[in-house]
């Protein structure tokens, strides 16, 4: 079972995106969920989480403008991205958390840039 982000693109700096990840329901609903990112040359990292209770958390750098959300309804995750830097550029990918190393799709590639 893979988990298939989408909604990736090229935006300007200062624009906004939301991306998706649709899930089945047995993995969605009772799991905390992540969105991870993974620039060039970088390391893949953690930038926000979700429990099951809609409790969320935030890495430093996008705080204040990202948001993180669930519907459980739909077994869906989004990542609303508001004020993207160039810096934001980054392959995005969904996982549970804990990570289900089997769960890697191929993610949604998202370039700031003007």
């Known amino acids: 079972v893979q988990l298939q982000a989408s909604g990736g693109g090229l935006v300007q700096p200062g624009r906004s995106l939301r991306l998706s990840c649709a899930a089945s329901g047995s993995i969605f609903r009772l799991s905390a969920m992540g969105w991870f990112r993974q620039a060039p040359g970088k390391q893949r990292e953690l930038v926000a989480h979700?429990?099951?209770?809609?409790?969320?958390n935030y890495v430093d750098s996008v705080k204040g403008r990202f948001t993180i959300s669930r519907d459980n309804a739909k077994n869906t995750l989004y990542l609303h991205m508001n004020s993207l830097k160039p810096e934001d550029t980054a392959v995005y990918y969904c996982?549970?958390?804990?990570?289900?190393?089997?769960?890697w799709g191929q993610g949604t590639l998202v370039t700031v840039s003007s």
């Open positions: 979700i429990t099951s209770g809609g409790s969320t």
């Open positions: 996982n549970t958390i804990p990570i289900r190393s089997a769960y």
